[in-house]
């Protein structure tokens, strides 16, 4: 297979246990690092999702029924092939969504472990007994909701669907999946595996178009009760308020804009290497990214020294190639940082690194920016508040401690943050007072199988991975049984 060749995979819509093409024409499915045609892919609308819908309202008695040991072992198979898959999996997502082999594999892995660890969970799904009067027993049973319509973003297009499809299956719901217009195949690619893993007709369901048409029939759907979302604020805000009309449980994992605190007793040399570890994986276009890079002033000129250094030496590129970061996903990407550079610069930031869009032979046709590092921000510039989703360090000067802890909570969004210190005391009054979701503390992998993840304020509610994000998609029954009577 040529190195640009796409494995083989589906361009069709999924309902009901059968690839299917939609009535809403084709859509391109474009390279970011080539500008080049990778797919076409089959588009539906209102019919389509609807049809899904139905077909998992459908399949849901049968699967919530199916013994349970039958359901794990399905995901199991799941995980399974998954990683066997991995190679293939990532090199689909790298030609469609940018980011290296080397992240879009660890994503596809990751995807794995979250499927095993749902299987294993869903054995754990207890339920309570509760103290009741002589004669009675109160029972508290834990059940799925049903249909579940999830909605996914670009920037994991394998991580995000498999983390929000793994432990909806494993409570017993069933579900409809649309994925983002720009990622589709690596969706497309998670259904073949069901496909082959085993999993019922209409358990699971694929339906790609209109975010609009697609979002709003899955919001005013009755037979839908539980929805959940990954994506933007504005977007979430909107889903939200049209759910309320058939009052569906719902989870929003919205944006982000994490503070990265740098303490005067941290080990500057690792919290460098995390900062641009953590900056610059998918090319800062992640929800948890470090945004706004707090440093006290007695350690600045050092950290800054070594974040340069570091950054300087990243090698951009096309994902297929041994690159540390690929391009932006959109031309529009582009447009939204120069825009916060330029307002920064006015008033009197001072870029140290990169600040243009990278040009030449291996850039020119794609969407390429210069890894950057932006000093002397304060809380007058645009990119103080709003999230850029980029390849961009800004740095922002503070002496106390509780000037750090305010500036970082200056802000609307609440899902991750970050900060690096060698005292005890620091770690319990720094991560109390952060309102945010996710703290890491001398370390920056807060999203893992096991524990939650989510956010507060405008990133939204409910969390996901975890026992936390099985709950989600379950509901409470209370049972009062009077069996003196019986």
């Given at each position: 297979?040529q ?6 995979v589906q361009?069709k ?7 299917t093409t ?5 859509k391109d499915?474009l ?8 797919a ?6 209102e ?10 309202k ?11 040991s039958?359901?794990v072992?399905?995901?199991?198979k ?6 066997e898959k ?9 030609l469609?969504?940018?980011?290296p ?13 979250t499927?095993?660890?749902a299987?294993?969970e869903a054995?754990?799904l207890?339920g ?7 004669g ?5 049973k834990?059940?799925?909701i049903?249909?579940?319509?999830a909605?996914?973003?670009?920037n994991?297009?394998?991580g995000?669907?498999t983390r ?7 409570a ?20 073949e ?25 899955l ?10 979302f990954?994506?933007?604020t ?11 009309e ?8 919205l944006?982000g804009?994490?503070?990265f605190?740098?303490?005067e007793?941290?080990?500057?040399e690792s919290a460098?290497?995390y900062l641009v ?41 096309n994902?297929?190639?041994?690159v ?8 529009d ?5 120069l825009e916060q550079?330029?307002?920064a ?9 990169g600040?243009?869009?990278l040009?030449?032979?291996a850039?020119d ?22 999230e850029?989703f ?21 802000c609307?969004f ?8 060698k ?26 199988p096991?524990?939650?993840?989510g956010?507060?304020?405008?990133s ?7 026992h ?7 509901q ?7 069996y003196?009577?019986a």
């Amino acid at each position: 297979m040529q190195k640009n060749q796409l494995p083989h995979v589906q361009t069709k819509l999924f309902i009901n246990g059968e690839w299917t093409t939609g009535k809403e024409g084709l859509k391109d499915v474009l390279n970011p690092a080539t500008g080049e045609v990778v797919a076409q892919v089959a588009q539906g609308g209102e019919l389509e999702t609807k049809e899904a819908i139905q077909a998992a309202k459908n399949a849901f008695p049968k699967w919530r029924a199916k013994e349970l040991s039958e359901r794990v072992q399905i995901l199991r198979k799941i995980s399974q092939l998954l990683e066997e898959k991995a190679d293939d999996l990532a090199k689909i997502m790298t030609l469609e969504q940018g980011k290296p082999l080397k992240e879009a594999k660890g994503e596809v892995l990751s995807g794995a472990a979250t499927f095993l660890f749902a299987a294993e969970e869903a054995r754990r799904l207890y339920g309570e007994r509760i103290p009741a009067p002589n004669g009675h027993s109160y029972i508290v049973k834990k059940e799925p909701i049903g249909v579940v319509g999830a909605i996914t973003p670009w920037n994991f297009p394998s991580g995000m669907a498999t983390r929000k499809m793994a432990p909806a299956l494993a409570a017993g719901n069933t579900l409809v999946l649309k994925p983002s217009s720009d990622t589709p195949l690596s969706a497309i690619a998670v259904f073949e595996i069901f496909e082959e893993a085993g999993l019922p007709k209409g358990v699971a369901n694929l339906v790609m178009g209109d975010s609009k048409i697609i979002g709003g029939t899955l919001t005013a759907s009755d037979d839908v009760r539980k929805l959940t979302f990954t994506g933007s604020t504005a977007v979430g805000q909107k889903l939200f308020e049209q759910s309320g009309e058939t009052l569906k449980k719902i989870s929003l994992e919205l944006g982000g804009h994490a503070p990265f605190i740098v303490f005067e007793d941290a080990d500057l040399e690792s919290a460098a290497d995390y900062l641009v570890a953590a900056k610059f994986r998918n090319n800062g276009q992640v929800c948890v990214s470090p945004n706004r890079i707090f440093v006290q002033k007695s350690i600045k000129e050092a950290f800054t020294k070594l974040v340069v250094e570091k950054v300087r030496a990243l090698k951009v590129g096309n994902g297929l190639e041994d690159v540390d970061a690929g391009p932006l996903i959109r031309a529009d990407a582009i447009d939204k940082i120069l825009e916060q550079l330029e307002d920064a610069k006015k008033k009197g930031a001072k870029i140290l690194l990169g600040g243009k869009r990278l040009t030449g032979a291996a850039y020119d046709n794609g969407f390429f920016f210069m890894p950057t590092v932006l000093d002397d921000v304060t809380q007058k510039m645009t990119i103080f508040y709003e999230e850029t989703f980029g390849p961009v360090i800004p740095l922002i000067t503070f002496e106390t401690d509780d000037e750090a802890i305010r500036m970082a909570n200056d802000c609307e969004f609440g899902l991750a943050s970050y900060f690096f210190t060698k005292s005890v005391a620091r770690v319990e009054e720094v991560s109390d007072q952060l309102e945010y979701g996710m703290v890491g503390v001398n370390e920056i992998a807060i999203s893992n199988p096991e524990t939650p993840f989510g956010g507060v304020k405008h990133s939204g509610f409910g969390r996901e991975n975890g026992h936390y994000g099985l709950e989600e998609y379950i509901q409470v029954k209370f049972v009062n049984l009077n069996y003196g009577q019986a």
